[in-house]
């Protein structure tokens, strides 16, 4: 048989629980303060402000046979007349023509802001590529046929004593991929 308690010890237990109630209160604030404190964020903006290459002019024809002529009279004939962190090369379909293109960009960031200005366009920027070189590719093949081609010609000595090999690294845009790298 169970015995009451007295009116004494019901007094303590009330007590004692609302002690433990309060306590676990306390404590669920404490820990939902702590949990906002930590998931306090600054808000901040970053902005990216990139020039662009425009299309060759749709009338454009070349004077050059091949990848390796064009590249050779931009290194013979053009010079940036600052440093160059990055050579871009690039192609455009236009119409019925696949172009190839060249340009050298700089890369400026401050606290909240990266700008990349195109601050190298040689005079002949833009190579219309002869039919025979692509003919029967797609673009995909045409650029992986680029990316090597352009990759062979910085083993080439010419390059090695060319304005080109000053920069950080020369790439393939588009695809973003890296052809040449100090690193």
Not at 27 to 44: G, H, L, N, R, V
Not at 52 to 71: A, H, T
Not at 149 to 170: H, M, Y
Request: one cysteine or more; glycine letters at 4%; proline letters at 5%.
């Amino acid at each position: 048989m169970r015995i009451p308690p007295s009116d004494e010890e019901f007094r303590k237990f009330i007590s004692f629980a609302i002690i433990l109630f309060a306590l676990n209160l306390m404590s669920c604030k404490s820990s939902k303060d702590m949990s906002q404190k930590k998931t306090i964020t600054k808000k901040f903006t970053i902005t990216t402000a990139e020039d662009l290459v425009s299309p060759p002019p749709p009338d454009l024809d070349s004077e050059f046979y091949s990848l390796q002529d064009w590249l050779q009279n931009i290194m013979d004939k053009d010079n940036p007349h600052k440093n160059i962190g990055e050579f871009r090369f690039g192609l455009f379909k236009h119409p019925d023509d696949y172009f190839i293109y060249l340009v050298g960009v700089n890369t400026y960031t401050d606290s909240y802001k990266t700008e990349i200005k195109i601050e190298f366009r040689p005079q002949n920027m833009y190579f219309k590529l002869p039919r025979v070189y692509w003919d029967g590719l797609d673009r995909q093949q045409l650029t992986t046929k680029l990316i090597k081609e352009l990759g062979d010609f910085t083993n080439t000595q010419k390059f090695k004593t060319s304005f080109l090999s000053n920069a950080q690294r020369i790439i393939f845009w588009g695809k973003t991929v890296v052809i040449w790298s100090k690193e």
